[in-house]
């Protein structure tokens, strides 16, 4: 599965709004498309930082929905001064560890590295051999997902929780298994951001789906 992200800052006191024409939007713009696999939006309540993902079955059918990607940022935007629309990157899910769909109420850890291409499956190995064992063993575990674009080497490791608690609670038992997957991955830093699954309709697959 395929993975195009958009970085977005919507005004937190109107997340609600935008969160409940999200959906429509979205379906409007994709889902007669061939390859769509569904969408999501997540945010952090308390800054407004927020990240609109689609999905999709293949590259090439990724690609061919960009000219309806551009169409819809630029809807969206136009809406109000509430929403600033900012990067834009494709990805390649390397590894899908769920226990079931993403769901709204959901809570994500997102570590975003820019390494090598070439260190990409190094990465991956790390993750299911060492930090997958470890984040199942936590409460509230949801999924641990690996998605990385293999054109720039940048790698997306995230992991989902039941509740805000369990996923603050389980930053300890993953905090040198990040630093080893940094250094791994041939880079400097991780930037490491927090989000609520604010609207998830992603279609899947099997429960649980490594590669």
Do not use: C, H
Request: charged share 25%; glycine share 8%; aromatic share 8%.
């Amino acid at each position: 599965m395929f993975l195009r992200l958009t970085w977005v800052q919507i005004a937190p006191e109107r997340l609600d709004e935008r969160v409940a024409k999200y959906p429509q939007e979205i379906q409007s713009a994709f889902g007669q498309l061939p390859g769509f696999r569904g969408m999501a939006l997540l945010a952090n309540r308390a800054t407004g930082a927020g990240l609109s993902a689609s999905y999709w079955d293949s590259a090439e059918t990724m690609q061919a929905s960009e000219e309806a990607g551009n169409a819809a940022r630029e809807q969206a935007a136009g809406q109000g001064n509430d929403l600033q629309i900012g990067e834009v990157d494709r990805f390649e899910f390397i590894i899908q560890e769920r226990l079931g769909p993403p769901r709204a109420g959901n809570f994500l850890r997102l570590n975003d590295v820019q390494g090598s291409p070439a260190k990409i499956d190094d990465v991956a190995n790390l993750l299911r051999e060492r930090a997958l064992p470890a984040a199942k063993a936590q409460p509230g575990f949801r999924a641990m997902l690996m998605a990385a674009n293999r054109q720039t080497g940048r790698t997306l490791v995230a992991s989902a929780w039941e509740t805000a608690a369990d996923r603050e609670a389980s930053d300890a038992a993953v905090q040198g298994l990040r630093r080893d997957a940094v250094q791994v991955a041939g880079a400097d830093t991780v930037k490491v951001e927090l989000y609520e699954y604010l609207f998830a309709e992603v279609r899947t697959g099997t429960p649980a789906e490594v590669r």
